[in-house]
């Protein structure tokens, strides 16, 4: 199971950080990551994580690179997505997910959080 939390409505510019607790299993070895949706769009990538031989990889849209980051604590069963300089455009609702593969692809994730969402007003 994956419990995202950390949403809000928040003003253009402002930052967020959502988290998102794993139980069930340890997630050490799956990679990581977060998805949104916007009202009336398909869901997208947003950013993910992959932990091999003691290194974090991390991968991001291009729509959110340097603006967001996403880390992760092992020991915690934990993923983060830090969020800076936010948009009305980052509006959305945010799912952590966690999978097997390398992907962008919603199709590659097992396991999804119920969603979170971040509404930035401008």
């Known amino acids: 199971q994956l419990q995202a939390y950390g949403g809000g409505l928040v003003q253009a510019g402002g930052s967020l950080r959502l988290s998102c607790a794993a139980s069930?299993?340890?997630?050490?070895?799956?990679?990581m990551g977060w998805f949104r949706q916007a009202p009336g769009k398909e869901r997208e990538f947003v950013a993910n994580?992959?932990?091999?031989?003691?290194?974090?990889?991390?991968y991001y849209a291009d729509s959110v690179k340097g603006q967001f980051t996403t880390s992760r604590d092992n020991a915690k069963n934990t993923v983060y997505l830090q969020m800076n300089s936010l948009k009305p455009e980052d509006t959305a609702v945010y799912y952590c997910?966690?999978?097997?593969?390398?992907?962008?692809?919603?199709?590659?994730?097992?396991?999804w959080g119920q969603g979170t969402l971040v509404t930035v007003s401008s």
């Open positions: 997910v966690a999978g097997t593969a390398r992907s962008r692809y919603v199709k590659d994730y097992d396991y």
């Open positions: 069930g299993r340890t997630f050490s070895s799956y990679t």
């Open positions: 994580s992959n932990w091999s031989r003691g290194s974090t990889y991390t």
